[in-house]
């Protein structure tokens, strides 16, 4: 009886409904088979979860830092992160694993577009006392003025300059938060524009001691070499070299598709292509990179692959898109050092089952991305110096560190 009553609340069946006179009676063969193949259904599904659970233990294990809900900003070396902590700004000690010096204590949490963080230092704003203003049906605060603070450099955090002019993040260069002179950009691209070329780089992709740089396309040209990475010297204002950065893929490419960068370890940058558009069925993937060596003279180009993100997106899909289609809530970001690079796919279209931290693997059977951290969740993931680890603040607002298994 005791087997009977475990098979029962297996099959979800009365217990008497097995006995020798209730299944003859109450049983039908094809009851019997639906019932059996909905079991197996739910094993199968059961498998798939653990699999998705377990699919990153091979390659990576993430530790949880504690306090919990602090959020990296950036790395100032391999041992300490800047981290924002309830509206400080900390240096936090990775061995230890707990903040350590407290760099800024009123940090504005609540205008996170005016923030630039680097490893060297930061410009962001600060939080100002409030003045209580009065209308017809209540008193509610506001901030008398806008500041920002920039820290030339963390280990001398005392050192500042504050203004009130409202420096936001694309009016920065992001490697070292410099302002940008728009005025000058401007009148670089409306140069390079008169010459038949197509700008496809929206922001600097360099240092700005390194001097400026747009990638462009030839309006006219279809074929896979149409790009051109254009160097202009620090204080330059005409281009001082022209760089052909041909295709690491059989594709054109792409006008839809805006040219980024991040700067590795070794001083040498890594420029990409970023689209945000998933659909199989448009034929955008794979893209290119290329690594743009110091000296800034010679590139090499290589293929970033599809992953598991690119999927054909059916009428359904394009209809849960609303208003502006997918590409507007998915995000592909490149970060990476030493070599190593990282791709975070996120965003409310993208599936919870594709989304997370992927590694870029090359070997002599081509390229592909193996997951790391399986998560759907926004901010930043930011690689350690010797490019083994990535910390990032998950969709609970939860520090994590994610270290690579068998990573030189």
């Not at 059996?36 to 659970?53: E, M, N, P, Y």
């Not at 602090?70 to 707990?98: C, E």
């Not at 490697?175 to 000058?184: A, L, T, V, W």
Request: aromatic share 12%; hydrophobic share 35%.
């Amino acid at each position: 009886m005791g087997n009977q009553t475990w098979l029962s609340k297996w099959l979800d069946v009365p217990t008497h409904f097995l006995s020798p006179v209730g299944f003859y009676t109450n049983f039908h063969l094809p009851c019997i088979s639906m019932i059996l193949v909905t079991k197996s259904v739910f094993i199968f599904l059961a498998a798939l979860l653990l699999t998705a659970c377990s699919r990153t233990d091979s390659v990576s294990t993430i530790v949880a830092l504690e306090p919990k809900d602090a959020i990296p900003l950036a790395w100032r070396n391999s041992n300490t992160l800047i981290v924002d902590y309830h509206g400080s700004i900390y240096a936090y000690d990775i061995s230890a694993r707990k903040l350590n010096q407290r760099l800024v204590d009123n940090y504005d949490t609540t205008s996170p577009h005016w923030n630039c963080f680097s490893p060297n230092g930061g410009r962001f704003a600060i939080a100002l006392p409030v003045r209580s203003t009065n209308t017809a049906n209540s008193a509610r605060p506001m901030a008398t003025e806008h500041k920002t603070r920039y820290i030339p450099d963390w280990t001398r955090s005392e050192s500042y300059v504050e203004d009130t002019n409202s420096i936001q993040w694309w009016n920065t260069n992001p490697f070292d938060c410099s302002p940008i002179d728009h005025e000058e950009r401007k009148r670089k691209i409306a140069s390079l524009e008169g010459e038949g070329r197509f700008v496809r780089s929206p922001s600097p992709l360099l240092l700005a001691r390194e001097g400026d740089a747009f990638v462009t396309l030839n309006r006219s040209e279809s074929g896979t070499t149409g790009r051109i990475l254009h160097l202009f010297s620090y204080g330059a204002k005409v281009t001082s070299r022209e760089i052909s950065l041909s295709s690491a893929t059989n594709s054109p490419p792409s006008d839809g598709s805006d040219i980024l960068s991040f700067r590795d370890s070794d001083g040498s940058y890594v420029i990409f292509e970023s689209n945000s558009d998933f659909d199989a069925n448009r034929g955008i993937w794979p893209l290119t990179a290329w690594r743009l060596f110091p000296g800034l003279t010679t590139v090499s180009a290589f293929v970033l692959p599809s992953g598991p993100w690119i999927q054909p997106h059916g009428f359904f899909k394009s209809l849960s898109c609303f208003s502006c289609g997918c590409m507007c809530y998915a995000h592909f970001e490149l970060t990476g050092a030493y070599g190593h690079i990282y791709a975070h796919v996120h965003g409310q279209s993208v599936e919870d089952a594709a989304a997370g931290i992927y590694k870029l693997i090359r070997d002599k059977d081509g390229a592909n991305w193996v997951l790391v951290v399986a998560a759907n969740f926004s901010g930043k993931a930011l690689a350690s110096p010797e490019g083994c680890r990535v910390a990032y603040s998950d969709a609970d607002r939860r520090l994590q560190l994610v270290e690579i298994k068998n990573c030189k």
